[in-house]
Each structure stands twice: as structure tokens, then as C-alpha cells.
């Protein structure tokens, strides 16, 4: 039938093109995985079987790569969501210049990361920039920010807020903006106060809108390397170097590939499981607000 | 809500918006600040809120470091990633909508999941191995990755919207099944399209990791020169932010155009069930 070869034809090239430029790879890691190969040496690939995955157990810049993984994702996913929520609930209502608040918020999320990263950077200089020249106005301490253990992580979690923060507003916005009117309109009716019905109408039925911004960014959270990259390299010494700026310092600093791989899976197994929580959260959350 | 509004409570709500407007506003503030200060006035302590504004920075960025030629590999290869997106992606975006192909739907949301980096490690060998580092083939290939399931889970969003009977009218018009889908359904779906294009291109546009490592003195793009600038000169900042500010304004003045519909398209993938 003619109608089978739409339905086959049509996605054919789109099908054969991600074979090659996804799915090859993806089959290539995971055998390159279970290899020694150290590019710089000259010497082929090994076969080594899980020998790579044994060692991360004993490699403490592994476990150093996940803690930073860890606190970078939490704070900043944490911060953007709360941040973005608050401030969703905020804008939703009619007013003049929403288009523009709109149009405004749009702004971090499509800059690019390399020149969002250099200018925080700047920002953060401790001699020239304006944060501690704000801070030095307010009588606090200034701050070494990016070249100290202790702040590194703090100051690349403000910037990934700053730039994604406004990502989980307009989700949120646009959800808020959707809803149906009756339930607010009777809780008004029934003499409900504000906060009555922000808790107990208003949160739940934006919950999913928030658990799938939440999502989207967790899974690029996770894998945070531009911000990271620019402006720390991972450092001072490894305190900012997150599993993505290690897989890629392991594969093209030292060009240990099959080190690498094992890296990079483990990464890609993080942001699954991560993912299928959130997922099964999500579930939860959809079922309780339609019952 | 018909709740109460009093004029203080509206000056109040304004004076909200203006404070919260700034945080995103001043960043962007401070890079064109910054470009358009002379160095003694960059490296002034405190810094100077008014200044004698000078283009000398963004005119040596454009001029003296082959910026040019960076804006130009950038727009090649995020050109023809977009092209080639369209072309693979439209046609089977049709097709999952309409059949409702959900397997591939979700195993491309999977395809987002994996790090850029282990599509990195292998491509990079292959390139290498091919002595095809450097060259716009390896860029766009490994662009595509990111374009490709984009423009399809943007355009699959897009295309369910259409009412199935347009087509079946066209055919019975006589037209065939591309015929119809070229004439017919395209151009309804036209937004949809071109926010596709739009985002498409800004995700090439904005990509450093790939092109990080698979792009060299004869295709470097934008983000990777603007890198290697830091490296260079610490503290030319007027440099810097010039070179940062002429990165990032052609994805800001992008975005406005497909103001309407892009949170649609940064989340459709996830939003459908």
C-alpha cells in the first residue's frame, strides 16, 4: 500500500542519519569502555573486560568528580526551581509590559554559555569586578570566589541560576496561565484566603509543569560543562571538576579512551537514573491531581 | 482574580518587576559596558558607571583577529546543520505525528540524555582516524546530533495540531503524498518550522564542546575563538566583552522572533505523555 511507504519512507532518512551519528557512537563507547587504550602511547587497544569500571571504586578524583556532580546539580536545580517558581506565581497576572518582562527572561536562556561564563568571570575578578566592589559598598568581605575551595561552587551555582532560572519561570508561567479559572473562582466563593488557595489549588495543579522543567533541567544540570569549563577548568586544582569535566580531562588531556568511556557511561547512567526518579514523580504527581 | 488593586499596591507591584527585571538586564549591561570602555577606564577602581563610550574594542575584535572568519565558520556550520535537520527531520516528524510512531519519539528523547561526551570520544577517533579533524564535515555531523531530535520533537508537537482531513483533501485532489505534505501541510505548519530553524541554529550557534575538540585553525568556530581569547589576553577586557558581546547577539535577537512559541519548543518532548 501506498500509505505503508509513508509511514516507512518518511522517517527513513531521519532514521538511518541518527543510526550513524547516535547510535553508532553510543555502541563504540561502551566497547571502547571495556578497553585500555592510551592514545598518546602509541600503543592499540586492549581488551580488559570491566577492569575500567573496578578502578573508578578506587580513584578518588572519581568520587571527588560525583561529589561536585552532586552539589553543583542540587543547588543550582534546586535554586532555579524554587526561584523560578516564586517568580512565576509573581508575574501571573495582567499587567502592562508582560510581553516585555517575557521578552527579558528569554535573554539568559539564549545567550551563549562561553560568553555567559566570561563575563561572570569578569564579574567575579577579585580586584575589578563589580560583585566585590557591591560587596565592599555593603561592608562585606571581598571574596576570592572563583580561585577559592570554598566559594568555587557557590559562584558557578549563582551563575548557571542566573542563566536558567528564567527557563523554569516561563515553563511554570505558561502552566500557570493555562489553568482552568472555575476552581480559584469557587474557592474565592467559599471565602478561601490567598494562601489557602496558592497551596492548596494553585501548587498542586502546576506541580507536573514544574516536575518537567525540572527534568529538562536536571538532565543538562548533570552534565554541566561550558559554564565549568570557562571559567574554572575545574579548578582551583579539582575542586569545581564535575564527571563531565573529568571524562573529558581523562580523554583529552591524558588520552586515556577506554578510561574515558568508562567515565562517560557511568556519567549517562547517572542521568538516567536521575531522570527516571523525576519521571516517577512525576507519574505520582499527575495521577493525584486528576483523582 | 478580582482581587482589590490600590495605586500603592500597583507601585509596588512595578517597583517588584523593575527590581527583578535588572538581574537579567545588568549582566548584559555590564558586557556592553565593558566593551565600550577604553582600557584605563576597564581597569578603573571603582568602576566607572559613566564613561566616554569608544567602539575601538569592537572594531580591533572584528578587525585584527580574523573575528570574521569565526562568525563565518559558526554560520556555515550551523547553516547546514539546520538544512540538513529540515530535510531528515520535517519529513519524519509527519510521520511519527501522524502514526503516532511513539518508540522513536521516546528513544530520541534518550538520544538527549547522553552526554555530548561520549558522542564526543568515538567521533573523535573517527574523525582522527579519517584525518577529518578540522574540517566542516566533522562539525556538522557532530552538530547534527543536537539539531536533528530537536527539530523532530519540535516539528512532531507542530504537526499533530494539523487537522488530518487537509491532506486527505489534497490527495483527492490529485496530489501524492509529498506533493501534499510539500504543499499542503508545510506551509500550515510554517511557525512551527521556523521556530524549529530558529532554535536549531542557536543550539549549533552556541555548541563548544564538539567544537572544542574537532575544529582547528581552519574552521574555528565563535565560542571556541572567544576561549582561546581568555587565554591570551587576561586582561584586555574591552577585547573580551567585544569578542562576548558580538557572540551572543545574534541568538538575543533571534529568540524575539519566535518569542510566541519558544518555551513550546524548548519543552516539547517532555510535555507529551
Known amino acids: 500500500m501506498v500509505e505503508r511507504k509513508v509511514k516507512y519512507l518518511f522517517p527513513l532518512p531521519a532514521l538511518l542519519l541518527m543510526g550513524i551519528i547516535v547510535v553508532f557512537p553510543i555502541g563504540y563507547n561502551l566497547v571502547m569502555s571495556l578497553h585500555e587504550w592510551n592514545l598518546a602511547g602509541g600503543s592499540g587497544m586492549e581488551f580488559i573486560g570491566f577492569k575500567n569500571y573496578l578502578a573508578l571504586l578506587e580513584d578518588g578524583r572519581f568520587w571527588n568528580s560525583l561529589k561536585v556532580t552532586a552539589v553543583f546539580t542540587i543547588g543550582a536545580l534546586g535554586g532555579q526551581v524554587i526561584i523560578g517558581t516564586l517568580l512565576a506565581l509573581f508575574f501571573h497576572r495582567e499587567f502592562k509590559g508582560k510581553a516585555l518582562v517575557k521578552a527579558i527572561f528569554l535573554f539568559p536562556i539564549a545567550a551563549t554559555p562561553v560568553a555567559v561564563s566570561l ?23 571581598r571574596l576570592a570566589w572563583l580561585a577559592s575551595r570554598s566559594t568555587v561552587i557557590p559562584a558557578l551555582i549563582i551563575t548557571d541560576i542566573w542563566q536558567w532560572t528564567p527557563l523554569i519561570m516561563l515553563i511554570v508561567l505558561a502552566s500557570l496561565e493555562s489553568l482552568p479559572q472555575d476552581p480559584f473562582e469557587s474557592a474565592i466563593v467559599d471565602g478561601a484566603t490567598n494562601f489557602q488557595i496558592l497551596r492548596l489549588i494553585t501548587l498542586p495543579m502546576v506541580r507536573p509543569a514544574i516536575v518537567v522543567a525540572a ?77 | 482574580m478580582n482581587r482589590q488593586r490600590t495605586p500603592i499596591k500597583a507601585f509596588l507591584f512595578y517597583t517588584g518587576v523593575i527590581l527583578i527585571c535588572i538581574i537579567p538586564l ?24 559613566i564613561f566616554d563610550p569608544t567602539l575601538e574594542n569592537l572594531r580591533d575584535t572584528l578587525a585584527g583577529r580574523n573575528f570574521g572568519g569565526y562568525l563565518l565558520n559558526s554560520f556555515i556550520v550551523a547553516f547546514f546543520a539546520v538544512i540538513i535537520s529540515l530535510l531528515a527531520g520535517l519529513p519524519a516528524a509527519y510521520a511519527i505525528a501522524k502514526y503516532q510512531l511513539r518508540k522513536i519519539g521516546l528513544s530520541l528523547l534518550m538520544a538527549r540524555m547522553v552526554p555530548f561526551i561520549s558522542y564526543l570520544i568515538p567521533w573523535f577517533i573517527v574523525f582522527r582516524t579519517l584525518h577529518l579533524v578540522d574540517t566542516y564535515i566533522a562539525l556538522i555531523t557532530t552538530h547534527l546530533i543536537i539539531t536533528l531530535p530537536y527539530v523532530i520533537w519540535i516539528m512532531v508537537n507542530f504537526f ?28 500550515i505548519a510554517r511557525n512551527g518550522v521556523f521556530t524549529a530553524s530558529v532554535l536549531a541554529f542557536i543550539f549549533s550557534w552556541n555548541q563548544f564542546l564538539f567544537s572544542l575538540i574537532l575544529s582547528g585553525r581552519n574552521t574555528m568556530t565563535v565560542p ?50
Open chain 1, 119 to 141: 563575563i561572570w568571570a569578569m564579574m567575579y575578578n577579585y580586584d575589578l569586578g563589580i560583585i566585590n566592589h557591591m560587596f565592599s559598598m555593603f561592608g562585606l568581605p
Open chain 1, 215 to 291: 527534568m529538562i533541567r536536571s538532565i543538562d544540570a548533570i552534565k554541566t560543562f561550558d559554564l565549568i569549563y570557562v571559567m574554572t577548568q575545574g579548578g582551583p586544582d579539582i575542586a569545581s571538576e564535575n564527571l563531565n569535566i573529568y571524562v573529558f580531562q581523562k580523554g583529552f588531556s591524558y588520552f586515556r579512551m577506554g578510561q574515558a568511556s568508562s567515565l562517560a557511561v557511568v556519567l549517562f547512567t547517572l542521568v538516567l537514573v536521575v531522570n527516571i526518579v523525576l519521571s516517577m514523580i512525576r507519574s505520582t504527581t499527575d495521577s493525584s491531581t486528576e483523582a
Open chain 2, 26 to 49: 545588568f549582566v548584559f549591561a555590564w558586557m556592553i559596558m565593558t566593551a565600550l570602555k577604553t582600557q584605563v577606564d576597564n581597569l578603573a577602581v571603582p568602576p566607572k558607571l
Open chain 2, 160 to 187: 499533530e495540531n494539523v487537522p488530518p482531513s487537509l491532506e486527505e483533501s489534497a490527495r483527492i485532489d490529485g496530489a501524492g503524498y509529498v506533493q501534499a505534505f510539500v504543499y499542503v501541510i508545510l506551509p
Open chain 2, 224 to 273: 571556541v575563538a572567544v576561549f582561546q581569547f581568555i587565554s591570551y589576553d587576561q586582561i584586555n577586557w574591552g577585547g573580551l566583552a567585544s569578542a562576548a558581546t558580538l557572540i551572543t547577539l545574534p541568538p538575543l535577537i533571534l529568540t524575539l522572533f519566535i518569542q510566541k512559541y519558544i518555551i513550546r519548543g524548548l519543552t516539547s518532548g517532555a510535555v507529551k505523555e
